[in-house]
């Protein structure tokens, strides 16, 4: 569409709407979209009949039709035929607004187009591996039908950052690189490129940075809840935890039932440890996407910060069902630990590490599920693994201070002093306002003999929301935890 953005609203916004009686504009209006796909579906034995429209907000005309008679096998050749024929009706809409072509004219450009939007509506789905192998496949069709596509190639950056974000293996990030250097040679100047230039800079620890390339993008999309969103953590990595709130709470007011704009705001408040008020943001996030596993998976992780181990359970059990996840049996093994019941957490890491064998995260829990039912050579492999990934990490991200932490941690259960007195002086300057590195940096003084600074930084750790339910129940700190 030339340099004009086409904006969709993302899929989890429309589950609202369900069983519901409202007409377009009002749905329209809630999604600050200008045209909405409306159809219905008819089955009669195996035979099925698709009707869809393409629906205009302002005249509430259709600008398009069709209907498809198919077998109940064939949806998906349906799914993909509605979604070119919306696009060439979108295409012929745009262009009779303003007298200029809204596309290429080759064939082959409008079937890069029709890639490029299916890869976006991978990548703005909950985050899985199958969701971004499918995401990075669709963009990779995309540039082979046009190899000069910016923004398939903004897309190819930004689902590599993403697939680090699940994998943790830093040749993504050099393959990230690559892609938006192309993308940027070949359209400096287009929102996806922008944005997605931001998510890599805040990947490898360049908030400033990347708060500026968000800024660029959202110069063209000032409404755009995506673009909010990145700009608030970019925000937020750079400590201006302030004006990040605000970007969280323009992209809600934006798309109101955009189910991940209330997760990245209880992400968000979490992070500051106001637990209370991120369950209230992670709730709605269910109410409007049920079948979002991450909504539940962090749902349940912030129950497990208040204690209620039941209703975490709970949440996470839900996560796993709709689709299993690192993050959902990460979590389902953290409420286990913290029970005492080290074998069933044990099962639960293990079974998250099949799903993300670079976490060192995991690997870390793991060694400490292991180390306290008393196995404690299989607990040195684990420690020696988390420390390894975690130093890969901090290759890609030196400034990341909860990494720098937790490595602290797994030095000096491994014996490793001097290693262990590195990652404290880095992670400190760094993280001073975040209660993991308070927590990881006090266990780690408490492997160096040092209780009374171990004890400091529980107290710090508490003063900035970590939770003293886990704190008492962390068999980690030893006996400091009757001092808390």
């Given at each position: 569409l030339g340099?004009?953005?086409?904006?969709?609203?993302?899929?989890?916004?429309?589950?609202?709407f369900k069983d519901r009686a409202i007409n377009v504009r009002e749905i329209a209006d809630t999604l600050g979209v200008s045209y909405v796909v409306e159809g219905s579906v008819k089955r009669q034995g195996d035979r099925v009949r698709v009707n869809a429209a393409l629906v205009e907000r302002a005249s509430g005309a259709n600008r398009w039709t069709n209907s498809y008679e198919t077998t109940s096998g064939d949806f998906f050749t349906i799914e993909?035929?509605?979604?070119?024929?919306?696009?060439?009706?979108?295409?012929?809409?745009?262009?009779?607004?303003?007298?200029?072509?809204?596309?290429?004219?080759?064939?082959?450009?409008?079937?890069?187009?029709?890639?490029?939007?299916?890869?976006?509506s991978y990548l703005r789905q909950p985050k899985s591996a199958k969701a971004l192998e499918a995401a990075e496949q669709l963009f990779g069709r995309a540039l082979a039908e046009r190899p000069g596509f910016a923004r398939a190639q903004a897309g190819l950056c930004e689902t590599r950052v993403e697939r680090y974000a699940l994998e943790r293996v830093p040749a993504l990030i050099t393959s990230a690189e690559e892609a938006c250097a192309r993308a940027q040679a070949l359209d400096n100047g287009a929102q996806e490129v922008h944005e997605a230039v931001g998510r890599l800079r805040?990947?490898?620890?360049?908030?400033?940075?990347?708060?500026?390339?968000?800024?660029?993008?959202?110069?063209?999309?000032?409404?755009?809840?995506?673009?909010?969103?990145?700009?608030?953590?970019?925000?937020?990595?750079?400590?201006?935890?302030?004006?990040?709130?605000?970007?969280?709470?323009?992209?809600?007011?934006?798309?109101?039932?955009?189910?991940?704009?209330?997760i990245a705001y209880g992400n968000s408040l979490f992070g500051e440890g106001r637990v209370a008020d991120a369950i209230v943001a992670y709730e709605r996030a269910t109410i409007l996407a049920p079948?979002?596993?991450?909504?539940?998976?962090?749902?349940?992780?912030?129950?497990?910060?208040?204690?209620?181990?039941?209703?975490?359970?709970?949440?996470?059990?839900?996560?796993?069902?709709?689709e299993p996840r690192r993050g959902s049996y990460s979590g389902y093994g953290s409420v286990q630990y913290y029970r005492g019941h080290y074998k069933s957490a044990e099962e639960m890491l293990r079974k998250a590490l099949e799903?993300?064998?670079?976490?060192?995260?995991?690997?870390?829990?793991?060694?400490?599920?292991?180390?306290?039912?008393?196995?404690?050579?299989?607990?040195?492999?684990?420690?020696?693994?988390?420390?390894?990934?975690a130093?890969?990490?901090?290759?890609?991200?030196?400034?990341?201070?909860?990494?720098?932490?937790?490595?602290?941690?797994?030095?000096?259960q491994l014996g490793e002093a001097d290693r262990a007195r590195r990652g404290i002086a880095l992670a400190l300057p760094e993280g001073d306002g975040s209660n993991y590195v308070h927590y990881y940096v006090a266990l780690a003084e408490l492997g160096l003999g040092n209780k009374a600074r171990a004890l400091h930084h529980v107290k710090r750790a508490r003063e900035l929301g970590y939770p003293e339910v886990l704190l008492k129940a962390a068999p980690e700190l030893g006996d400091i935890r009757k001092m808390i």
């Open positions: 340099n004009r953005a086409l904006r969709v609203a993302a899929r989890t916004s429309t589950f609202a993909n035929d509605i979604g070119r024929q919306v696009l060439t009706a979108l295409e012929l809409v745009l262009e009779s607004r303003d007298g200029t072509a809204a596309a290429p004219a080759s064939q082959g450009s409008v079937a890069a187009y029709d890639y490029f939007l299916q890869g976006l805040l990947a490898t620890g360049d908030a400033a940075e990347a708060a500026a390339s968000y800024r660029k993008a959202l110069a063209l999309v000032p409404q755009s809840p995506d673009v909010l969103i990145g700009l608030a953590f970019a925000l937020a990595a750079d400590g201006k935890a302030e004006e990040a709130e605000r970007m969280h709470q323009q992209a809600i007011a934006a798309q109101p039932r955009y189910a991940y704009a209330h079948d979002n596993p991450n909504a539940f998976n962090n749902l349940g992780t912030a129950y497990m910060f208040t204690g209620d181990f039941d209703r975490a359970s709970r949440a996470l059990e839900r996560s796993i069902a709709i799903l993300a064998p670079a976490d060192h995260r995991i690997w870390g829990n793991l060694a400490d599920a292991l180390r306290f039912d008393a196995r404690p050579e299989e607990a040195r492999q684990a420690y020696r693994k988390a420390l390894e990934l130093d890969g990490e901090l290759a890609v991200n030196p400034k990341h201070a909860v990494n720098q932490a937790q490595a602290a941690y797994y030095a000096i």
